[in-house]
């Protein structure tokens, strides 16, 4: 049935033709965007992949300061790092064979007395920070800048809709025309757009990845009291990548309180940001998004869309 434009109708359109074409756009641009969301934090099959280190590890768990501190740990446990009176790193012995460019750049920096709260800042620490992030990206376990940019444009197209939704309410209203089915839709639209809006850091895969590790490690976790003495430093520093900086505390509590070193234990999947890392947990919002169908059944005779 065609519904012709009377002359107070908003904008020249009729309340119900534009609640039509209004509920036909947010589920296309929801089921889309969640589409695109699930298909971009995917990330690749673990099987078969070469594992994870502890600074890997660390960074995807809690970013750039765990994956420090994970490297701190395990540099105490090989014995050459140390610290002094005055709460500055010092040199213990010699580097082990097999570091990593962050454990060169932090033992470096324990050489010129830095203190453990300003290794982040270092410029040395910082160009091995971004080498392991960005060694992260290519395996497509963290997202770049440019990625989580792409998976933005969804929720910013929803967002644009509810503007649109929005002025078309208060011009309405305004004008007094009944519209509240086209309120009934923004609820469900807005609930969907903060939920599709928040974009993690890694994917679904190093999720997993770092479920399985903290399962494989459960012996490592501090309230389990391990006898760190016996484990070597891939061990300790592993602990202090999937469990926090407790692990130290746990490991060498002289040291840890000496250097000043921030005490946290990392807890579920991480930050808390993560929780909706892989998508899946977001994914509630394909049904907010089909909440739309609130406008479904008839406008009845008024101007349900404003």
């Known amino acids: 049935m065609t519904v012709l434009a009377a002359p107070g109708d908003t ?9 039509r074409w209004y509920l036909l756009a947010a589920a296309v641009l929801v089921v889309g965007s969640l589409v695109h969301r699930l298909t971009a934090l995917a990330g690749p099959s673990t099987a078969g992949s070469a594992p994870l280190g502890p ?19 395990g540099l105490r446990r090989s014995g050459v790092v140390g610290v002094g009176v005055d709460r500055r790193l010092t040199v213990a012995g010699s580097m082990p064979a097999g570091v990593t460019p ?4 932090i033992y470096n920096a ?28 290519q395996r497509g376990l963290a997202l770049s800048p440019a ?22 309410l208060v011009t309405g209203l ?41 399962r494989r490690h459960t012996f490592l976790r501090p309230s389990a009291a391990p006898a760190y003495a016996t484990y070597g430093p891939s061990d300790a520093a592993m602990g202090v990548a999937l469990f926090g900086t407790a692990t130290i505390w746990a490991m060498d509590p ?41 406008g479904g059944g008839g406008c009845g005779g008024g101007g349900c869309g404003g």
């Open 102 to 105: 962050l454990d060169q750049a």
């Open 110 to 137: 324990a050489g010129r007395n830095l203190t453990a709260r300003e290794l982040r800042g270092d410029e040395w620490v910082a160009r091995a920070l971004e080498q392991l992030r960005d060694g992260l990206q």
């Open 254 to 294: 002289g040291f840890a309180a000496q250097a000043e070193v921030q005490r946290q234990a990392m807890t579920g999947t991480g930050s808390s940001g993560s929780s909706c890392g892989g998508g899946s947990s977001c994914s509630s919002g394909s049904s907010c998004g089909g909440g739309s169908s609130c």
């Open 174 to 214: 305004s004008h007094g025309k009944p519209a509240g089915f086209l309120m009934l839709t923004l609820v469900p639209l807005f609930i969907a757009f903060l939920l599709l809006a928040r974009v993690p850091w890694r994917t679904r895969a190093a999720n997993r990845e770092l479920r399985e590790l903290r």
């Open 147 to 168: 990625r989580r940019n792409a998976v933005r444009r969804g929720p910013m197209l929803i967002f644009a809709l509810l503007l649109l939704g929005g002025f078309r």
């Open 11 to 19: 904008w020249g359109i009729p309340g119900p033709v534009f609640l």
């Open 55 to 73: 600074q890997q590890v660390a960074y995807l768990n809690g970013g750039d300061q765990l994956a420090v501190w994970t490297a701190l740990g």
